[in-house]
């Protein structure tokens, strides 16, 4: 049994006291833990405010309480220390006996729907090494809401007609053809040509294995130069607004294929690129990119349920009908005069957080029709919370299509696609194109994962559910924001070495304390890369910690589990709200507070029992074996570690009430400390004695399986058979 249920049940039975006696039944009661464990394992100081509006002494109420309360069983004993303080002690045998048995039943489901939305790269070029943290926090997020019994969604959203992939598209069409034969890595060629070469980057049909030569890296290459000839070049320049012109419109039924076809037709007649083939060419740069993205993801066992495309919210009217039910509820205006005039805008003046702000109204459709990136995210959420409904009462709806099958073998493994029957879906322009026994969107609460230099947007969004009168789902719609991640000098030369290709930064730049990245100006890491690097990094790690044995057979294995422990505890130890500055040495420490360091303590758990079978025939604790347990002493620190691994429930419902996974954590982090300790004051194989060594057993055995818990399918981070 958790400790949380414990507390809830002792919560009961103190309230129910407390009206018996008093008359008095709390709103709320908390129990702290003890400084020192001769106080008992939870304290209740309720007495002693409780004091004045009873009118009876702290310590009386405490003794009056502790007569009449029917405690439950886990409880063994209660104390009244100082002025009137309730020390509970805790029956060990029986926690022991409870978590060992409890940890093998698996959670069961609320019933209820709750929407995480993550990752949500611009797919225009590879993912960097920030697209990283926003991914793993929102897959973290989703595996502790699962884990408490949530039925929760993955969404990722696709901005495939946004202004980023109508600028690689200016790069193929319009950059000089010398500057995308050298992207290419050929000879200067005729535009044609060049096109049907990039064109022949693309993956084809499913998720391509990841690479630093993909077709997102393509991209990569790409996009700054266009970025870059932008303020230089006003013919170059005004190319962008005529792309998202025909992105807008669409392809219709037209393919790659008959694009290619017109637009070599285009350059041989020396005419302007065809609309609709300018269209079908964005679809297939953005289509390339998010298959590229799908499988940099899957190297850290990041899996979607459904991708859904804003070219299918613009073609589907989903912003006209949120426009309709805002505008039908007053929610907002056309302005008349002023600054805003021609404008429709949301006016957030009534609403307290808005309320001191010079200018609280918020612009969601220009004065030229266009709708902001606010006023589509607002038919989103709408959407996402099963709010946006037709003049019938019917949901407004997307067509969905399957994407991909993937298979995972565990956890925290690779994502595996094109194999098994786990289904990712697409939206679709098309309602007639259905998943039988597929429902999406409708959620009951709904958390975007979206950095923190969104949080004005966000909170529009947030508003606009509640100014139509939806409050509780407007409480529900939360913003998990997080801060950037940047690069320590350190790890810019580490990779600048490993690569063998130099970032060109000044020395007042490296002299910085962490380096800044930026897409636009070509300054990034590739997710890739820094995967690629992290990984031979933890490869020389475990070479060096064999101490001249040489690597062995299944070096890169072990390197890829411990490469993405490093990687995802890190982001997931960081608070959320400070700058996360990577450091490789830092990351990969087997000391300390790191992945590697966790992973190790799960391993050397393991072989705790490796050497029992070798040496007694005797392995982790078996079921008929827990009832033997009954009567054992169990020391206070072998109690310590009982007691933190009882805290799992209760510390994963903290880590998602303040989106703050750093306390997770911490929690594990805590729990591998308990353990080292222990190992050398408790050994288990060289235990003569075979009741202590049972109860040794047990504890350990309890240790873990909570590891593997808490390290593969909540954090995501294997756990390698060696280190």
């Known amino acids: 049994m958790s400790l949380d249920t414990i507390r809830e049940r002792a919560a009961e039975a103190l309230a129910e006291a407390l009206e018996a006696v008093f008359d008095h039944r709390p709103d709320d009661i908390v129990f702290e833990v003890p400084p020192k464990r001769e106080l008992g394992d939870l304290a209740w100081p309720g007495a002693l405010p409780l004091a004045r509006e009873v009118k009876t002494a702290p ?35 029986r926690v022991l006996t409870d978590l060992l048995t409890a940890n093998r039943v698996d959670g069961v489901s609320a019933g209820t729907k709750t929407i995480v939305e993550h990752t949500a790269i611009n797919p225009n070029k590879a993912a960097h090494i920030g697209h990283l943290r926003n991914s793993v926090l929102g897959d973290i997020l989703g595996r502790c809401l699962r884990h408490l019994g949530s039925d929760v969604e993955i969404q990722n959203y696709i901005d495939d007609t946004g202004v980023q992939v109508a600028d690689v598209v200016v790069g193929v069409l319009y950059l000089p053809e010398p500057e995308l034969a050298e992207c290419l890595g050929i000879e200067p060629c005729r535009r044609d040509e060049l096109i049907q070469r990039i064109a022949e980057r693309l993956p084809e049909d499913g998720i391509p294995v990841a690479s630093t030569t993909d077709f997102d890296d393509l991209c990569w290459d790409i996009y700054p130069r266009v970025t870059n000839r932008y303020p230089e070049d006003e013919a170059f320049s005004a190319r962008r607004a005529e792309v998202l012109h025909h992105i807008e419109a669409g392809a219709g039924e037209l393919g790659l294929d008959e694009a290619l076809q017109l637009l070599h037709g285009n350059v041989v007649a020396g005419d302007e690129f065809n609309g609709r083939a300018v269209a079908a060419l964005a679809e297939s740069v953005a289509d390339g990119n998010v298959r590229c993205h799908t499988a940099t993801m899957a190297r850290l066992g990041i899996t979607y349920d459904l991708l859904t495309h804003e070219s299918d919210i613009l073609h589907l009217g989903f912003w006209q009908r949120a426009f309709d039910i805002l505008r039908e509820a007053g929610a907002i205006r056309l302005e008349e005069e002023g600054k805003n005039i021609g404008c429709w805008v949301m006016s957030l003046a009534d609403s307290p957080e808005f309320a001191e702000m010079d200018d609280p109204d918020k612009i969601l459709v220009r004065s030229n029709g266009t709708v902001t990136y606010t006023g589509k995210d607002i038919a989103y959420q709408l959407w996402k919370l099963g709010l946006l409904v037709d003049f019938d009462g019917s949901r407004h709806d997307f067509g969905y299509r399957a994407f991909a099958t993937w298979d995972q073998m565990a ?167 400070r700058v996360l500055a990577f450091d490789f040495d830092e990351a990969l420490s087997f000391e300390g507070d790191t992945g590697p360091y966790l992973q190790y303590s799960a391993v050397r758990a393991g072989k705790i029992f490796n050497k029992l079978a070798e040496r007694r025939g005797e392995g982790r604790l078996e079921d008929e074996e827990i009832a033997d347990l009954d009567g054992a002493e169990i020391a206070d620190d072998l109690w310590d570690l009982i007691l933190q691994c009882a805290r799992r429930r209760e510390v994963v419902a903290q880590a998602i009430a303040n989106l703050e996974f750093s306390l997770l954590a911490q929690h594990v982090h805590e729990l591998a400390q308990l353990f080292h300790r222990l190992y050398h004051h408790h050994p288990v194989v060289p235990e003569e004695n075979a009741e202590v060594r049972r109860l040794r057993r047990a504890v350990f055995t309890l240790f873990d399986g909570e590891m593997k818990v808490l390290l593969e399918q909540l954090l995501g981070i294997p756990v390698p058979e060696e280190m």
């Open 59 to 93: 310590r009386q109420i405490a003794e009056k309480i502790n007569k009449t309360a029917t405690w439950p069983e886990e409880i063994t004993r209660v104390e009244i220390a100082g002025p009137g303080f309730l020390n509970l002690f805790l029956d060990r045998n």
């Open 411 to 577: 956890p925290a493994e690779p994502v595996i696609y094109g194999a098994g029957s786990r289904l990712l879906a697409r939206t679709t322009s098309s309602t007639d194109e259905t998943l039988p026994g597929e429902s999406y969107g409708g959620g009951t609460a709904v958390f975007n994962v979206i950095d923190v230099r969104q949080s004005y947007p966000q909170k529009v969004v947030k508003e606009s559910v509640r100014v139509l009168g939806h409050t509780e789902a407007a409480d529900n719609s939360v913003h998990f924001s997080y801060e950037m991640v940047a690069l320590t000098p350190a790890a810019v030369r580490e990779i600048e070495g490993r690569t063998e290709v130099s970032f060109g930064l000044d020395d007042d730049t490296m002299g910085k304390t962490y380096i800044e990245m930026s897409g636009r100006k070509g300054i990034g890491v590739k997710a890739d890369e820094f995967l690629d690097v992290l990984t031979d990094a933890a490869e020389d790690a475990i070479v060096e910690r064999l101490d001249g044995s040489g690597a062995p057979a299944d070096v890169s294995g072990r390197a890829r589990a411990i490469a993405v422990g490093a990687l995802r505890y890190l982001m997931a130890r960081q608070s959320r709200n």
